[in-house]
Every structure is written in structure tokens, then in C-alpha cells.
């Protein structure tokens, strides 16, 4: 079958003199904005329009020049140009777009505030196997056009429809990440500090079907009831101090949001607090150091432990949906991490994982 229809697939010199005179003819009669849609290549095939004069190119930036429409149509665009330009198998791509492109939200807080933090911003669309590409400045203008708004994910919503529809794309993902302060208070000595806690906002649009996702990242004590057990054996047996193991260990809870009622961020962060209470501390006197031992003990916690308190917290709100716990405990005993992943729904089920997803959990101090 010739996928070309009546051109021939291996044409030689004299049908190609053929084609490029009848492209020419074409191009000279028909407007800038045409040519440029077809392909904006086609216009150095013109008389007079080669670039002949390399090097005696003007070097001087020209601080007055505007284009005008016609110089704007007139300009390659790559792109948008036809699938003969695609590099590779015309093959869709489920996510292109940018990342990590940053700028200050403003988001409202549960206590009724608003708060400016730097956002950084992912968005992707998906691509059909017979186009070539994207322009990826347009997901940040659409971004920029809501961008002086307080943000939700309605605001989110608007964002995602206009670069969907700007791209003709069907499916479409958006996500925000920010670092969230918030008021903490010391266990006993009444001191309070800024805790600040990893949140990515995430809204996802396939097949006309959206979903509205939270995560969070909670970071948290966890002492080996094991390593506890066999500390008091060697106190009771022999007499002899000992000390159970516990190390920094985080939590990624994955949420998605249900029901219309809002999830806070503050909201999520008391259930992660709720499931696991050993959060780690900002400020600390002596007798919050001794209160966080204490609160160790008394919450002695393996990983599966872990993973499935949450669950439970996670399980009993009526706000969520599917979700996905995943958690690391970066072991001080051990020279590798104990970590395990729990999910519910079919939202976040995968055969496979991200090789490097329990390194983004490791927390520097």
C-alpha cells in the first residue's frame, strides 16, 4: 500500500524540480499566513528570500523592531508543523509539558487567611500520535491568567480547561508543589515553632473524568518496638542499660479528594499527626527532649504499623477517597531503609514503581 497516495514513494531528481516549482508557484501567490501554516520552511524556497548574504549579517541588536502580524505568521513554527516533521514513531505521548516552573500563590489557610508561598509548577497534556508538537509557553500563560487569583482546585479547573483547550489535547494533569508552614507547639515547655510540611496539589483530567489529589509528606519518629522489647530483657535479665533504636522516618500520604466538602491542608496533616503522634519537634527544652522519649515509648512503631495507622485515619474520613500511603523508615540499625506501600482504591494500584521513589522520601537535616 503506498501511504502516500499517487506521490511516489522514491521520486527522482526531475520529479522533485517538478514538485518544488509547483510549491513555489503556490507560495508566491498565496498570503504569509498560509505559507506559514503549511510549513514556514517553504518561504526560503522563494526568490529573494534565501538567506545569501552569511556573514555579512547585521550584528547589532535593533532595540525598535516590533513585529506586526504578519511577520509573527510569517515566523517558523516547528511545533505546529505538519507530522512529516516528527522525529521518531508517531506514537502519542500520554504527558508533555513543563516542570518546575516557579511562582508566588496565594492560598487560603483553615483559620480563614491567606498566605504567599513560592509554587512550583508541573503541567503536561497528551499528545496525539499524528502531531508533532506542543508550545510550551502556552501552559504557562494560562497559568499566569488565573495566576493573581487565591488558588483552590477550582482555580486549578480553569487552568487545566484553558491549556487543554488550547493544545486540542483530551487528557491533561496539573500539579503544585509548596512548602506549608505551620504553628507548632513544643510537647511541654509551651515554646512553638515553624514546622513545614511538603504538599503537592494535583489535578488530573483523563478521558473527561477529573480527579483531585493531595499529597503530603509527614515526617515522624519511629522507635522499633523490637529493638524496645530487647532494651527492657537486657535491663530486667542482666542488669544492663540499653537503648532502643528509633530513626527519622516520612510518610507520603496520597489522597483523593471526595464528597464537595474541603480537605484543608491543616486538615490532613491532624489525621497524619492522629495515626502517628511522634512527629518530629521544632523547639525543644529538656523537658520536651525527655516528653518526645516518653512519647517514643509509649508509640513504638514498625513500618507496617505505620502504613496501616494511617490507613485507619485515612479510612474514617468521609472527605476521601482512594489513597496511597507510602513510608520510609531510614534506619539508624540498619544500613538500608525498612519501607513499605499501601494503597486503597484503584486510583494509585501499579505494578511497577518509580526506582527512585523511597530516595525522594530521605529528609536532610
Same mark, same amino acid.
Given at each position: 500500500? @503506498? ?10 531528481? =526531475? /520529479? ?5 516549482? &509547483? $510549491?513555489? +508557484? ?108 506542543? @508550545? ?10 488565573? =495566576? /493573581? ?5 477550582? &482555580? $486549578?479547573? +480553569? ?131 525527655? +516528653? ?74
Amino acid at each position: 500500500m @503506498n501511504f502516500l497516495g499517487d506521490i511516489n514513494p522514491e521520486p527522482n531528481k =526531475a /520529479e522533485a524540480e517538478r514538485a518544488l516549482a &509547483v $510549491l513555489r +508557484a503556490w507560495a508566491e501567490r498565496a498570503d504569509p499566513t498560509e505559507v506559514a501554516r503549511l510549513d514556514p520552511a517553504i518561504a526560503r524556497l522563494l526568490p529573494g528570500r534565501e538567506v545569501g548574504n552569511y556573514p555579512d549579517l547585521s550584528r547589532t541588536y535593533p532595540d525598535g523592531f516590533t513585529p506586526d502580524a504578519e511577520y509573527r505568521a510569517s515566523m517558523p513554527d516547528l511545533q505546529n508543523g505538519p507530522s512529516s516533521l516528527i522525529v521518531g514513531a508517531q506514537a502519542p505521548i500520554q504527558h508533555v509539558g513543563i516542570s518546575n516552573f516557579r511562582l508566588p500563590i496565594v492560598f487560603h489557610t483553615r483559620d480563614g487567611g491567606d498566605i504567599t508561598l513560592e509554587t512550583s509548577v508541573t503541567g503536561t497534556v497528551s499528545l496525539i500520535g499524528e502531531k508533532k508538537g506542543i @508550545n510550551m509557553s502556552r501552559i504557562m500563560r494560562s497559568f499566569y491568567a488565573h =495566576a /493573581e487569583r487565591t488558588f483552590s482546585f477550582s &482555580v $486549578l479547573a +480553569a487552568v487545566l480547561e484553558d491549556y487543554k483547550k488550547d493544545h486540542d489535547s483530551v487528557d491533561a494533569r496539573l500539579m503544585m508543589r509548596f512548602s506549608f508552614p505551620a504553628r507548632v507547639q513544643s510537647l511541654r515547655s509551651g515554646l512553638t515553632g515553624w514546622q513545614y510540611y511538603d504538599i503537592a496539589l494535583e489535578l488530573m483530567e483523563r478521558e473527561g473524568r477529573q480527579k483531585r489529589i493531595t499529597h503530603l509528606d509527614y515526617v515522624y519518629s519511629s522507635t522499633c518496638p523490637c529493638s524496645l522489647e530487647l532494651s527492657e530483657h537486657a535491663r530486667q535479665a542482666r542488669g544492663q542499660l540499653a537503648t532502643p533504636h528509633s530513626q527519622r522516618s516520612v510518610a507520603r500520604l496520597s489522597v483523593v479528594e471526595e464528597g464537595g466538602k474541603r480537605l484543608w491542608y491543616e486538615d490532613l496533616i491532624d489525621l497524619a499527626r492522629a495515626a502517628v503522634p511522634t512527629e518530629t519537634q521544632v523547639m525543644v527544652k529538656r523537658e520536651d527532649e525527655q +516528653a518526645f522519649a516518653e512519647l517514643n515509648a509509649a508509640n513504638p512503631i514498625f513500618v507496617e504499623d505505620a502504613a496501616r495507622s494511617f490507613a485507619e485515619r485515612l479510612l474514617s474520613d468521609d472527605r476521601i477517597g482512594d489513597f496511597r500511603v507510602v513510608a520510609s523508615h531510614q534506619e539508624s540499625l540498619h544500613s538500608h531503609d525498612a519501607v513499605s506501600i499501601l494503597t486503597e482504591g484503584p486510583t494509585f494500584v501499579a505494578e511497577s514503581i518509580d526506582p527512585r521513589l523511597f530516595a525522594s522520601l530521605h529528609r536532610p537535616g
